[in-house]
């Protein structure tokens, strides 16, 4: 019916048409609750697998994980039109969470407390300064720098608490937060602060 002509007996409307289907806006509009469909039957495929075929070992938690991860990036980092601090932010949470995860049910050898996260941390952190520093500085820029920032001494808190065993990575991550933070404290203070006064009306 799209793109046809009306039939009515009301001669007013018989020169009008159907409006057109426009499939690009309902696909964009649909493609995350797609996903989280999608993600959910696959997740509830492998129980079902799982269960039946092999009970002595609970693979899903790894397919579980990965999936969700693979929600979180198409539905935030590809499909979203967030900001790009406030993607690298969520990569490095999600994968965070998603290392943690795996290292708990295989054993946890502690890989992803002393290793996989400081480095992702890091290299999260790396990004968002480059982010920063290559383009004008923003409010969201600001926050998603901040939450990098004080991720980064998650490392040093997991091995002083005793959780983590290595520090070297930790005290590397927490190092060069410290540079970062004073860095920006001599070079970028008084940008920062008008951005803070002015968002936050001091």
């Known amino acids: 019916m799209c793109n046809g002509r009306f039939s009515s007996s009301d001669p007013d409307l018989e020169d009008d048409f159907y409006p057109s289907y426009d499939g690009k806006v309902f696909g964009k509009r649909q493609a995350p609750r797609i996903a989280v469909f999608a993600g959910m039957a696959i997740i509830l495929a492998c129980i079902f697998i799982n269960l039946i075929v092999m009970p002595h070992f609970l693979w899903v938690f790894h397919a579980t994980g990965l999936v969700v991860y693979g929600i979180i990036s198409l539905n ?10 406030s993607k690298i932010v969520g990569q490095v949470v999600s994968l965070t969470l998603l290392f943690l995860l795996m290292d708990s049910q295989s054993g946890f050898l502690k890989w992803s407390i002393n290793y996989a996260v400081p480095f992702l941390i890091v290299a999260g952190l790396v990004m968002v300064t480059l982010s920063v520093l290559t ?34 990575p930790s005290a590397f991550a927490s190092f060069y937060a410290f540079m970062l933070i004073s860095g920006f404290g001599m070079f970028a203070r008084q940008t920062v602060w008008a951005q803070l006064s002015r968002r936050l009306h001091i």
Request: charged share 10%.
């Open 76 to 85: 935030h980092t590809i499909l979203s039109k967030s900001h790009l601090g």
């Open 135 to 168: 383009s004008r500085l923003k409010w969201k820029g600001h926050v998603s720098l901040t939450t990098m920032i004080a991720l980064s001494f998650l490392p040093a808190a997991l091995y002083f608490s005793g959780y983590a065993t290595v520090i070297w």
